[in-house]
């Protein structure tokens, strides 16, 4: 496995609110996520994991404790570009068709749009999805538009996946084709995933499992045997 980290966490916390009232969802969170890592952070609902990876996207800010990305730059750098970000539910823009909403991210970075509506279209052949480019959001099944959600982070090729209880929404057999599709899209941009999920069947098909409880991580570093 590739030594190169690229996201270092050194006693981070997060805290929501002041005084009395306020809540703390993660605190003195230390661990590295490398170079093609794969990831499965479990724990029940509440206890952290989401926050964790909206810290690690960027998407949030920490309260407490030092948050770097190493290998990939600095905050400002992250999106898009080397991360993408797959949530748990709806994320797709309902006015634009699949191949549009895969090929935007692209388009707000700045790539050409011959360049990135080919991106897409190759994103989505990749995928299995082809078929579905022209339709609109509220035409897809819950499964589609995950997997469709999936293309959309294949096309930008970033170096890390973060997915947020990608299968949340999904029933056992859909949720466990989009965290295989997960899974080989990372492999074939090279790129490290970590996953949050509640599910032990989801956790099952990565080979590194971190748990999450209270807001506390233990990530353990080390692999076990995974399903996939």
Known sequence: MASEVLVRCEGVARTFGTG?????????????????????????????KSTLLHLMAGLDTPTAGT???????????????????????PSLLAPLD?????????????????QA?????????????????ARLPE?????QAQRVAVARV??????????????????????TEVVRALVETAAALGAALMLTTH??????????RWAMADGALATGD???????
Request: one cysteine or more.
């Open 20 to 48: 009395p009232g306020s809540v703390v969802a993660v605190h003195d969170v230390i661990c590295e996520l490398r170079a093609g890592q794969r990831v499965a952070v479990t724990g029940p609902s509440g206890s952290g």
């Open 67 to 89: 948050l770097t990305w190493p290998a990939l730059g600095g905050r400002e750098r992250l999106r898009p570009g080397p991360v993408g970000i797959v949530f748990q539910g």
């Open 98 to 114: 699949v191949a549009e909403n895969v090929a935007l991210p692209l388009l707000l970075a700045g790539e050409g749009e011959a």
């Open 117 to 133: 509506v080919d991106a897409a279209r190759r994103a989505l052949d990749r995928l299995g999805l082809a078929d579905l480019a």
């Open 139 to 143: 035409e897809l099944s819950g499964g």
């Open 154 to 175: 294949l096309a930008g090729r970033p170096r890390l996946v973060l997915a947020d209880e990608p299968t949340g929404q999904l029933d056992h057999t859909v949720g």
């Open 199 to 208: 599910d032990p069947a989801v956790a099952a098909l990565l080979p590194t």
């Open 222 to 228: 080390r692999e076990v045997p995974c399903s996939a």
